[in-house]
């Protein structure tokens, strides 16, 4: 069943769109020569997939501002609207939009390798955001991508000030743990602890603390002041408040298609239903059922009735 939970207000994401090539394979893959795969060009991007995830669990305003490339702004811009999210996307002058390649390799969980050229995703800057995209915002959600770049890490500061002075809760993904190691842990725990929800992953929450059990892991960040839900795919998600776990939320069992965007589904439904009003460990459970239903097909937004606009398959 999908939860269709009507929102209390407005659901503000900051973060990127991107260009995802996802290509399915099974097997590994093989050097010097070909390896069939079903190769397909779709939208992506954490902040995009966020938002549209959260529109579709029942969030009725949702708000995207990312930053695109001309070479497919209008692309972006109709598959944004179709899902029903309001796109405010800053068209780049010099850079195209990002794109992500998305190896998934069919035989072994559907697990995926990204190959990642952020493009204008990281472009982002202060004078693309204004305080009036916050009125009627119950909720600022940011990707944790914009931290990886001077620009975009100025955007994330001046949005998350903006916030607070409001009142509005903020939340952040850490989105990978590949940058995340190399941005520095003590810099990312330094903007975490001004933060209301960390969403981490398992891998994230331990590279994040040093500590190889990530309900550890999680209690001991919630004890920077947020509250922490760290995500784990088939083991479900926990919730972590001031130092203690207090929920543990098993994963719904399913055979996975296409790991790209579970996280992201979890994260849209779970900002949707704290939007509604539920509480954390509650919406840890909306977000574990849209991570199942996310991993059923191929990509990383939610299905629509209408796929129309999507682009053809490559190969």
Do not use: Q
Not at 30 to 40: K, S
Not at 61 to 76: E, I, S, Y
């Amino acid at each position: 069943m999908i939860d269709k939970t009507p929102a209390r207000g407005g659901l503000l994401v900051v973060g990127d769109v991107i260009t995802d090539v996802v290509a399915r394979h099974r097997g590994p893959l093989a050097a010097r020569t070909d390896t069939a795969a079903v190769i397909r060009t779709l939208p992506g991007g954490a902040g995009a997939n966020v938002a549209c995830w959260a529109a579709d669990a029942g969030c009725a305003d949702v708000t995207l501002l990312a930053r695109v490339g001309a070479d497919a702004a209008r692309w972006h811009e109709r598959e944004l609207l179709a899902a029903g999210v309001r796109p405010r996307l800053v068209v780049d002058p010099v850079e195209p939009t990002g794109t992500v390649i998305c190896l998934v390799d069919g035989e072994a969980a559907a697990e995926r390798t990204f190959l990642t050229s952020s493009g204008a995703s990281l472009r982002l800057e202060p004078a693309d955001f204004s305080e009036r995209l916050l009125d009627g915002v119950a909720r600022l959600h940011l990707s944790g991508y914009l931290l990886f770049a001077e620009s975009s890490r100025a955007l994330a500061e001046t949005a998350l000030a903006a916030a607070r002075a409001r009142g509005v809760p903020v939340s952040l993904d850490p989105a990978s743990a590949g940058f995340l190691a190399r941005f520095g842990t003590d810099r990312f725990l330094e903007f975490a602890g001004r933060l209301d929800v960390l969403l981490p992953s398992r891998d994230e929450a331990c590279l994040l603390t040093g500590v190889s059990d990530w309900a550890e892991a999680a209690a001991e960040l919630s004890g920077l002041g947020p509250v922490v839900v760290a995500k784990a795919g088939a083991d479900g998600a926990l919730v972590a408040r001031a130092g203690v776990v207090s929920a543990r939320v098993p994963a719904v069992p399913v055979r996975a298609t296409d790991s790209t965007g579970a996280g992201d589904a979890f994260t849209g439904a779970f900002l949707a239903a704290l939007v509604a009003g539920a509480p954390a460990e509650a919406a840890a459970e909306r977000g574990c059922r849209a991570g199942a239903r996310a991993v059923l097909r191929v990509g990383g937004r939610p299905p629509r009735p209408d796929d129309g606009g999507r682009a053809p398959r490559t190969r």
